[in-house]
C-alpha cells in the first residue's frame, strides 16, 4: 500500500540527529524526500533558528515543501538562582520565537493539505526544580501551535510532547547518568518503560498524513504526566 506520505517533500529541521534524524529516516522510508537543516549547514541545508537571516535564506532556495517539522532545542536545566539570561533566551529561541519565525518565512512554501509539526517535551507538564525553563517553553508550545494553526489555516499545525526518549540527547549525562535517568523515566510511566525514538517517529508520521488534525498537541510519554 502506497504511504500517504509518498512523493511528498518535508523539511525537518534539526534533523541531523535524535528523534529529527530518525524521522528522516522514517519519512524516506515511506517514499517521501527529506530536506534534513542543520545549524552546521552539513546536510541539505543550512539552517540556525536563532538567525532569522538563515531561515530567510533558506525560504529563498527551498521551493515548495508539503510539511515542515522542527525538533530544535536549546537545554537550560538548571535552579532559578543559576539562570543565565543568554541561555534562557536560546532556550526560547528555539522553541517559542523559532516556530513563529518558521511560519513568517516559510508558511508560504507548505503545499495544500500540508502541516508544521513543532516538538515540546513531557516537563512542561511536570514541574520540578531544575527545569524551569524548558518547562515553561514546552507548555508555550501548546499555545503556540492553537494560535498558528488558526491564523495559518488551512495549513495544520500541530506539536508532539514526549516523554523520556533515549535519543542520544542523554549521553552527555555519562552512561552511568544515563541509565540512572532512564531508569527512573521506566518507573515513573505507566507503561514500565522508557521512549525509543521509534515511538516519536510513529507518532509523527501518523500527524503528518492525519488531514483532520491541526491545532493539537499530541502527548508520547507512556502516561508519564498521570503518575
Ligand atoms: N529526548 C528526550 O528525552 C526528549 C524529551 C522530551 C522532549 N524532547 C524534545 O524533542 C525534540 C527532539 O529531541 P532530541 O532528543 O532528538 O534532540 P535535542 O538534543 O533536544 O536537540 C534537538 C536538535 O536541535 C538542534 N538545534 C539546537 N539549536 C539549534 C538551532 N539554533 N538551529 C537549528 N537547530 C538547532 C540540534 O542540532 P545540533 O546538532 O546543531 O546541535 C538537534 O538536532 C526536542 O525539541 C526536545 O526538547 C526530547
Redesign the pocket.
Known amino acids: 500500500m502506497t504511504h500517504t506520505l509518498h512523493d511528498q517533500r518535508i523539511l525537518i529541521?534539526?534533523?541531523?540527529?535524535?528523534?529529527?534524524a530518525d524521522i528522516a529516516r522514517r519519512v524516506e522510508q515511506a517514499g517521501a524526500t527529506s530536506i534534513v537543516?542543520?545549524?552546521?549547514g552539513d546536510h541539505d541545508l543550512k539552517?540556525?533558528?536563532?538567525d532569522e537571516e538563515t531561515i530567510a535564506a533558506a525560504a529563498a532556495s527551498l521551493g515548495p515543501v508539503d510539511h515542515i517539522v522542527s525538533?530544535?532545542?536549546?537545554?537550560h536545566d538548571v535552579p532559578v538562582s543559576d539562570l543565565d539570561h543568554d541561555k534562557v533566551t536560546?532556550a526560547f529561541?528555539?522553541?517559542v520565537v523559532?516556530p513563529l519565525l518558521v511560519a513568517k518565512h516559510l508558511a508560504d512554501l507548505v503545499r495544500p493539505g500540508g502541516s508544521m509539526l513543532f516538538?515540546?517535551?513531557?516537563?512542561g507538564w511536570q514541574p520540578k526544580p531544575g527545569t524551569v525553563v524548558?518547562g515553561v517553553a514546552?507548555g508555550a508550545l501548546d499555545f503556540l501551535v492553537r494560535h498558528l494553526a488558526v491564523e495559518l489555516a488551512p495549513l495544520r499545525v500541530n506539536a508532539i510532547?514526549?516523554?523520556?526518549?533515549d535519543?542520544?540527547?542523554?549521553d552527555r549525562l555519562g552512561e552511568a547518568g544515563k541509565s540512572a535517568l532512564l531508569a527512573k523515566a521506566a518507573q515513573g510511566s505507566l507503561v514500565g518503560r522508557h521512549?525509543t525514538?521509534g515511538d516519536?517517529s510513529d507518532a509523527a508520521l501518523w500527524l503528518l498524513g492525519a488531514g483532520y488534525v491541526t491545532g493539537e498537541l499530541i502527548h508520547v510519554d507512556g502516561g508519564a504526566r498521570h503518575r
Open positions: 529541521i534539526g534533523g541531523g540527529r535524535g528523534i529529527g537543516a542543520t545549524r552546521a539552517l540556525d533558528v536563532l525538533t530544535v532545542s536549546a537545554h536560546a529561541g528555539t522553541k523559532a516538538f515540546s517535551g513531557v516537563v524548558k514546552n510532547a514526549p516523554g523520556l526518549v535519543s542520544g540527547t542523554w521512549g525514538v516519536i
